[in-house]
């Protein structure tokens, strides 16, 4: 029904049933009559049209109630007028229709005009603001997903940046096991490339993901650094969750947790029960050191939770002199993977 003809017809087609069931059609057997009757349903339809294109714009457009009700009652009375002069006419002796002498009278043709106003406006009506919310949702769902596509364009590169970082830093100390890396690395990149065209991905892969940045992470620090991540999913196959989403907090811990000479950590916990995933990472905060940041990532992740989850997290960030903990929780949803 969002074709807007096939609502025109709807609405006649609703209208002329109500038209011909008060009327008693079942009992008119001679096509002068039924000609007759749709002769004066067009009429009333017209004055619907009529209403429905000049004076309706004057509450709608102008917001001017008043003005639009009195212009009513006067178009109203106008053709009511009208089918009853109508009814003076010889035709309708022989007609089945209107034969009583109620149905003769102003007064039922004033409630005629009245009653099929309201049964052909009131849809018209209804569809008109349907169309009107359809178009501004689909404006809203457009510029969300541009949002999100402008954000993915500056969170991609901000990745990249920090893997390669990572990897130079290991290269350094560890030159033998460069081969190695370089190809954890590759599939670190295929899959955010093969991704990120994606709405949303199985939580499965999702945390298959981490768990190789992590990896790529202890390969680097860990000699100097305290890590641990821990895992807990009631059924990872059947969440889904928007891709490349978690791993900027993760990025973060790492990059400002381990930073210092001096003892350091980062604690990774991640849990999923009935949907609900919470993410807890914290990470130590060196005295002195100062990392260098634009908090891209952050900034970008933030806006992608508030586009795609709206009402459905809760983010919380404590940041003191000795620990920076950010606590995470998000109602996922069922189902398998959908591309975009």
């Not at 009652?73 to 009511?80: A, H, P």
């Not at 009131?122 to 009107?132: A, D, E, G, L, N």
Request: with cysteine.
């Amino acid at each position: 029904m969002d074709n807007k003809w096939w609502q025109e017809f709807a609405v006649v087609a609703f209208s002329f049933t109500i038209y011909t069931l008060k009327n008693d059609w079942m009992f008119i057997s001679s096509i002068g009559s039924i000609t007759l009757g749709v002769l004066f349903y067009v009429i009333l339809y017209v004055h619907a049209q009529f209403n429905r294109f000049f004076f309706l714009p004057i509450l709608f457009k102008k917001h001017k109630p008043l003005i639009y009700i009195f212009l009513t009652i006067i178009g109203i009375i106008i053709f009511s007028v009208l089918l009853n002069n109508l009814m003076t006419l010889d035709m309708f002796s022989q007609s089945q229709l209107y034969q009583n002498s109620h149905q003769k009278s102003f007064t039922f043709q004033f409630a005629s005009v009245s009653g099929t106003l309201v049964c052909i406006l009131s849809p018209i009506i209804v569809f008109k603001f349907y169309r009107i919310y359809k178009q501004q949702t689909d404006k809203t769902i457009l510029y969300n997903q541009m949002q999100l596509n402008a954000l993915r364009a500056q969170l991609n590169p901000h990745f990249l940046f920090n893997t390669f970082n990572t990897l130079y830093g290991i290269s350094l100390q560890f030159p033998e096991r460069t081969s190695d890396l370089i190809m954890k690395v590759s599939q670190l990149m295929r899959y955010q490339l093969e991704s990120n065209n994606e709405h949303s991905v199985s939580l499965e892969d999702e945390l298959s993901f981490i768990n190789s940045y992590v990896q790529l992470e202890k390969e680097r620090v860990a000699h100097r650094c305290e890590i641990t991540y821990k895992c807990e999913i009631d059924n990872e196959n059947a969440y889904k969750i928007s891709p490349m989403l978690l791993i900027a907090f993760i990025e973060n811990a790492f990059k400002h947790g381990t930073c210092a000479i001096e003892k350091c950590f980062v604690h990774i916990n991640i849990s999923v029960s009935k949907g609900l995933l919470h993410l807890n990472v914290i990470n130590s905060v060196p005295k002195e050191t100062k990392v260098i940041s634009t908090n891209i990532g952050l900034k970008n992740t933030t806006e992608r939770l508030k586009l795609i989850y709206g009402e459905d997290y809760t983010l919380n960030v404590n940041n003191d002199p000795t620990t920076y903990n950010v606590d995470l929780k998000i109602q996922l949803k069922m189902g398998k993977n959908e591309g975009s």
